[in-house]
């Protein structure tokens, strides 16, 4: 998809060939937002989207991540190739993003965390959520261990958010939402939320010609967790979609996704004893027959201006192959 309307002469041709010499690049994004918003700045709004795709459509072949990983293996794939992909399943990648792809005629990959679907809430909105609706004034968050803040603007929350996501990270999950529930409990948020997608969603996704890739149960960095847990997550997110959707899902991606950082060799392995043919990491760079297809690189340029986008793409073709691409190994 996507070829039709690509030009005759492209560099982005020139530097990805069909064929053996192939290069995939595999965008990477979370959530279209219908407007910009201040509390989330590195997530584009429904026009900025639009332009990305326009783009995308026009300069590249676009194919889903599983059709697109077996023409690489085999040396078939089309020149100029690249994926559009979603990591967690959230609600507007069904109400805004999915129109504006159907649009320019494309599809794309959702990779989806099946424990927030149908009311969830991923802990890093729970903090976002609950420092946009707070009052203003004094807040005392010592006891997560993040400190004291002066809410009085946007300004003073977007930096109470950033300073509290930063702290929360790295956290084990469990006292991660131990916290997360106790700040939106006093913030007043709901217990359900309309912010992820439902199952009839992923369906309709689906019926769209959208492939649906697993991400985990509860998105935690599986490098945290035990072995148990590791192959829980990875199996158990694989065995929910395969009942939701009549088939399991065959792609598969890496919460986080830094190779090494965030996964392991171990989880590798999980991920491929689990029956996964594909997985996306977030290291950057492009794939090439000789990648690992169980840890494909993915980027997104985030440039504002569509010229500095078309080179930082060019640029991660030509320099994405080869070192620059992190993979750990699997262990024996």
Not at 18 to 41: C, E, K, T, W, Y
Not at 50 to 62: C, K, L, N, S, T
Not at 75 to 104: M, S
Not at 119 to 131: K, P, Q, S, Y
Request: aromatic share 8%; charged share 20%; net charge neutral.
């Amino acid at each position: 998809m996507g070829d039709e309307r690509m030009p005759l002469i492209s560099p982005f041709r020139m530097l990805s060939p069909a064929g053996a010499r192939a290069r995939l690049s595999i965008f990477i994004f979370h959530r279209v937002l219908p407007a910009p918003d201040p509390m989330q700045p590195g997530e584009p709004d429904a026009a900025r989207f639009e332009q990305i795709v326009r783009f995308v459509a026009r300069h590249f072949h676009v194919l889903p991540l599983g059709e697109a990983a077996r023409k690489l293996r085999a040396g078939q794939l089309p020149a100029a190739a690249a994926c559009i992909t979603f990591d967690d399943g959230y609600a507007d990648n069904l109400g805004v993003a999915a129109p504006i792809l159907a649009r320019h005629g494309v599809s794309a990959t959702f990779f989806v965390s099946t424990g927030f679907i149908d009311g969830g809430r991923m802990w890093n909105d729970t903090v976002i959520e609950a420092l946009r609706h707070m009052p203003r004034g004094d807040l005392d968050w010592s006891c997560y261990g993040v400190g004291r803040w002066r809410i009085d603007d946007m300004a003073s929350r977007i930096a109470a958010c950033r300073a509290t996501l930063a702290h929360l990270k790295p956290m084990e999950p469990g006292q991660r939402l131990e916290f997360t529930t106790d700040i939106g409990r006093t913030a007043g948020l709901p217990a359900q939320s309309d912010l992820m997608l439902t199952r009839a969603g992923i369906l309709q996704l689906r019926d769209m010609g959208m492939e649906i890739g697993a991400h985990t149960v509860n998105h935690p960095i599986l490098r945290s967790v035990s072995d148990r847990v590791a192959a829980d997550e990875i199996g158990g997110s694989r065995e929910t979609l395969a009942q939701w959707l009549g088939e399991a899902p065959r792609v598969f991606a890496y919460p986080n996704g830094v190779p090494g950082r965030d996964y392991t060799g171990r989880d590798v392995r999980l991920v491929r004893q689990a029956g996964f043919d594909v997985a996306a990491s977030t290291a950057k760079g492009v794939a090439t027959a000789g990648s690992d297809m169980l840890q494909l690189p993915r980027f997104t340029p985030w440039d504002q201006q569509m010229g500095r986008f078309a080179l930082r793409c060019a640029a991660n073709i030509v320099q994405g192959v080869g070192p620059a691409v992190q993979s750990v190994t699997e262990p024996a």
